[in-house]
């Protein structure tokens, strides 16, 4: 998901994180969606972006495109717009999957570095901020551990934010996120009626236009089209069963 681009990264990240609740697995991406004749709107070409963790890094430092599409889909990345966010669960980085047989104490590290002040950097734990991280006085780094209680299946993630736009950040705020890790307690991956609801709601809207449409170019794409979108109604009323 491109939770860092030409959108609000906040509204678009709520989005997310009810993907994320559903049970599917999504990486964080970035990308500056900018036309060059029209720049200076929202900023330059790659004021967004996206960082992948790679196995051959720092020993080799040429990218190989390959592995990094490839870690990126595993979900070893962070988006952002200027702050540079790290986290750790157990010693296990953005994307990996942490299993358990029941309920757990995990320890979790992380680290913030940006070029302009940060007002705020919080733990998510399946969509809901369970941690404040203190910042440096000057508000622009912190290092931080803990131990945190994990009762069911879910995904935690590191989020970096300001409420203000800043002239050094060409967006309209400093923003920045890791891809969760997730955590597998032995039961029944993350469910939720309420964000499931919410995109059946969705695809209905979706469903009633699609169907309303004129300009298929044969019934049969017509029928295509209704087919997929009534694929995904089966996908998230599953999501949404306990």
Not at 64 to 88: F, V
Request: glycine fraction near 8%; aromatic fraction near 10%; hydrophobic fraction near 40%.
């Amino acid at each position: 998901v491109e939770v860092v681009g030409f959108a609000d990264h906040r509204a678009t990240a709520e989005v997310w994180y009810r993907l994320l609740n559903c049970g599917f697995r999504i990486a964080a991406a970035g990308g500056t969606d900018a036309m060059a004749n029209f720049a200076s709107l929202r900023g330059p070409v790659g004021m967004n972006r996206t960082y992948v963790q790679t196995e051959h890094w720092p020993t080799d430092p040429d990218l190989r495109r390959d592995e990094w599409i490839r870690n990126l889909r595993a979900g070893k990345s962070i988006a952002t717009n200027g702050p540079l966010l790290g986290l750790t669960v157990n010693g296990q980085g953005p994307g990996s999957v942490l299993q358990f047989d029941g309920a757990q104490q995990i320890t979790y590290r992380g680290f913030l570095r940006s070029m302009v002040p940060i007002d705020q950097i919080e733990l998510v734990l399946n969509g809901s901020v369970i941690r404040t991280v203190e910042l440096a006085d000057d508000s622009m780094s912190a290092d931080f551990e803990g131990l945190l209680d994990i009762n069911k299946s879910g995904w935690l993630l590191l989020r970096a934010s300001s409420r203000n736009p800043h002239p050094e950040i060409f967006d309209m705020y400093p923003y920045a996120t890791t891809s969760p890790i997730y955590v597998d307690t032995g039961g029944e991956g993350p469910r939720s009626t309420e964000d499931a609801e919410y995109f059946l709601a969705w695809i209905a809207r979706v469903r009633e236009s699609a169907a309303a449409h004129a300009d298929y170019n044969s019934a049969s794409e017509r029928q295509q089209v209704l087919r997929h979108i009534d694929d995904a109604v089966a996908v998230f009323e599953r999501r949404r069963s306990r």
